[in-house]
């Protein structure tokens, strides 16, 4: 099963809205055949196992199938696995977690018991289930799961006084951050991140699979109320500028508007309390099959999915440098939390990236 879930880690970042999923048969105490999910749309990880296998020339009669997740029982892009397993005549099936799917939750599992498979599940489920935390969080609530991340000093600056903001960090830590972006299946900014950076927002030095394998690109969504996305910024005229989304209220001016929808795709978030509807926004992204949400805005924009409850994870980077000022940018800025109930943190990870430290955690509220 470690050895599954090395395999279902090779497509990181390719397969969603589909999670990943990693599958090894065993005959006689020998791994005869490997697969892994590759990306949406191509052949599951059971299937390509058993193709493996028979291209090696071994048979798959009477073999284990170890496979990370429930194999799904109904047809899609692709067939279902159980019907694959069930041809190929396996004989034993263990897995690692059910399928997150209320409607097929188990449903593999009582298949293949009823056609004389012998099943067995819950092998490493803790490792399977955090390798897919963003799917089974999507598929259960049909919300992104929300990762904010931002690169700081010491005390919290994400910015110097005059606006300096590159590079707080070292490259070691920055090559973690793009690590976020692959994993994500858009990344959001605020418009003063626009205005003040001029961002790229796309995916850099991080090695890419084949391109029969890749999955979508990276969305890029902009919360911008008042339409003031500067019309030459490089988020609009590279080749993502059709797909990049531009969040507006309703009171954004129209010749603004009708300028930018030129360019990109704008559209209408309502507000609540002068803020954008953060769950409207989210459930919107969700039908779009944003699972995995990296959010990368200034303080504002960090502070508002934090402030509404509505962000699953940080990752926050730390350099060893101290910029002070009170007017400097700040990471987490907004109205503030007070200490009780406040914010939680759980799972909590330290990492050394040369001189830089990064942590990641789960965000809990008590």
Request: glycine share 8%.
């Amino acid at each position: 099963m470690r050895e599954a879930l090395r395999l279902a880690k090779r497509s990181k970042g390719e397969t969603s809205p589909n999670p990943m999923v990693g599958a090894v048969l065993v005959s006689g105490g020998n791994i005869i055949g490997r697969g892994w999910h590759r990306c949406a749309g191509l052949e599951h990880a059971e299937i390509n196992a058993i193709s493996n296998a028979h291209r090696l020339g071994h048979s798959t009669r009477n073999s284990t199938m170890y496979v990370t997740l429930e194999p799904c029982s109904t047809a899609g892009r692709t067939p279902p696995c159980t019907k694959a397993i069930l041809d190929a005549e396996i004989s034993r099936v263990v897995f690692s977690t059910t399928d997150p799917n209320p409607k097929h939750s188990g449903r593999a599992l009582r298949l293949l018991k009823s056609k004389g498979v012998e099943v067995k599940h819950g092998l490493l489920s803790d490792l399977s289930a955090e390798l897919n935390v963003a799917f089974n969080h999507w598929i259960i609530t049909g919300l992104p799961f929300v990762t904010v991340k931002a690169a700081m000093t010491l005390d919290g600056k994400i910015a110097s006084v005059s606006g300096e903001s590159k590079w707080i960090t070292g490259s070691l830590a920055r090559r973690e951050g793009m690590k976020l972006r692959h994993e994500a299946d858009a990344i959001l900014v605020g418009v003063k991140t626009i205005l003040a950076d001029d961002p790229a927002l796309t995916l850099r030095d991080i090695r890419r699979p084949k391109p029969e394998w890749r999955g979508p690109d990276l969305k890029r969504v902009v919360l911008d109320p008042r339409a003031r996305t500067p019309l030459d910024a490089k988020i609009l005229n590279d080749d993502g500028a059709s797909k990049t989304t531009i969040i507006v209220s309703k009171n954004a001016p129209a010749n603004r508007l009708a300028k930018l929808k030129e360019k990109c795709i704008v559209m209408i978030c309502p507000l609540k309390k002068r803020k954008f509807d953060l769950k409207y926004l989210l459930k919107k992204l969700g039908k779009q099959h944003v699972t995995n949400l990296l959010v990368e805005g200034g303080g504002e924009t960090n502070a508002a999915f934090i402030e509404s409850g509505y962000v699953n994870r940080i990752t926050f980077f730390y350099a060893p440098k101290i910029l002070g000022g009170r007017e400097a940018r700040t990471g987490v800025a907004g109205e503030g939390l007070p200490l009780k109930p406040g914010l939680f943190l759980e799972k909590i990870r330290w990492r050394n990236l040369g001189p830089d430290l990064m942590l990641t955690a789960r965000v809990t509220r008590a």
